[in-house]
């Protein structure tokens, strides 16, 4: 499927989603990055929120924060946050984050150590929101980038994805459990189905 009729399903899909309340907060989230990842700040920081943001929407279908973003010059940035530890607002305190939003993080913050965040987003079709709203890096004035557009792009699957779905609906039907669903891509769990049904192949 092409990466333009990927797009216009998933926009499709997200009509009917209704999102529910954020589970955490952009604070409590770059707390625990922060935390774990002590180099992540200024625009790494809030690059690594927006992609934290555009997983939990795919994979909870809620956000793991309310707060928005926005595209500033140097990249997505969580606007409010930005401003308040720019005026001298100390950042929050450690807290344990929801289980959903660690698993997030935690496959985010993998990611970012073996290959860099920059590849989460380039490995998949299309433009990025910041991107898209931007006009490619040329205007970004602060623009708003929505929940729904972050949903959107994050849900386009991988390259790979289409063709393990295919290898394991036919070993699911050839077991006689072919009405068991496919999750593509849980958190780490891309590289193994890789590895299984597509040897030889690299993410």
């Not at 500033?72 to 807290?95: I, K």
């Not at 393990?164 to 077991?175: C, G, K, N, P, W």
Request: glycine share 8%; aromatic share 6%.
């Amino acid at each position: 499927m092409s990466g333009g009729a990927e797009m216009e399903r998933v926009s499709e899909r997200s009509e009917m989603i209704v999102m529910d309340p954020a589970v955490s907060s952009a604070a409590a989230v770059a707390a625990d990055i922060r935390r774990r990842m002590p180099e992540a700040e200024g625009a790494l920081l809030h690059r690594l929120l927006y992609i934290v943001q555009g997983m939990h929407l795919v994979w909870e279908h809620r956000p793991a924060f309310d707060e928005d973003l926005e595209a500033w010059p140097q990249g997505p940035v969580v606007a409010c946050l930005w401003h308040a530890e720019a005026g001298g607002a100390a950042p929050r305190p450690w807290e344990q984050l929801p289980e959903s939003v660690h698993n997030v993080v935690t496959r985010v913050l993998c990611h970012q150590r073996d290959n860099g965040c920059t590849m989460l987003v380039e490995d998949i079709p299309g433009p990025d929101p910041w991107h898209r709203v931007t006009g490619g890096g040329r205007n970004a004035a602060r623009q708003p980038i929505s929940k729904r557009c972050l949903f959107e792009f994050f849900s386009i699957e991988h390259p790979q994805t289409a063709e393990i779905r295919a290898a394991v609906a036919a070993e699911l039907a050839a077991s006689g459990r072919g009405d068991r669903p496919f999750v593509p891509d849980p958190p780490g769990a891309l590289e193994a189905l890789v590895e299984k049904y597509l040897p030889g192949e690299t993410l």
